[in-house]
């Protein structure tokens, strides 16, 4: 399984930034994706997930009304779109996603695989 993510960088606060992950090497039709953030000296913290049929979210108290994800059902593609961003959402972003038992499930049935994080840095 291989993960690759794309999109961070630097923005102001307010400003906007889209991430892309995309995912290969799933056997399963079944496949939840997502994202988590971690900041030095903290633990990862789960962001936000999608099922596999696109149709159930998850968001962090912190980021709801503000990121939006999405996802490319067939290609295993997930998107964050991140709006009104805040210095607090400053972190290393990981995709990550796992192989479900069916498609509305956001619980991976073995864990989780990992992509290389990308940094999101909000700053003026």
């Known amino acids: 399984v291989q993960l690759q993510a794309s999109g961070g960088g630097l923005v102001q606060p307010g400003g906007s930034l889209r991430l892309s992950c995309a995912a290969a090497g799933f056997s399963s039709d079944f496949v939840v994706m997502g994202w988590f953030r971690q900041v030095p000296g903290k633990e990862r913290e789960g962001v936000s997930l999608?099922?596999?049929?696109?149709?159930?979210?998850f968001y962090e108290d912190s980021v709801q009304g503000r990121f939006t994800i999405s996802r490319e059902v067939a290609k295993n593609i997930v998107y964050l779109q991140m709006d009104s961003l805040k210095p607090e959402d400053t972190a290393l972003y990981y995709c990550?996603?796992?192989?479900?038992?069916?498609?509305?499930?956001?619980?991976?049935?073995?864990?989780?695989?990992w992509g290389r994080g990308t940094q999101v840095t909000v700053s003026s």
């Open positions: 999608i099922s596999a049929s696109g149709l159930i979210r």
């Open positions: 990550a996603a796992g192989e479900t038992d069916d498609a509305s499930s956001l619980t991976p049935r073995t864990g989780l695989s």
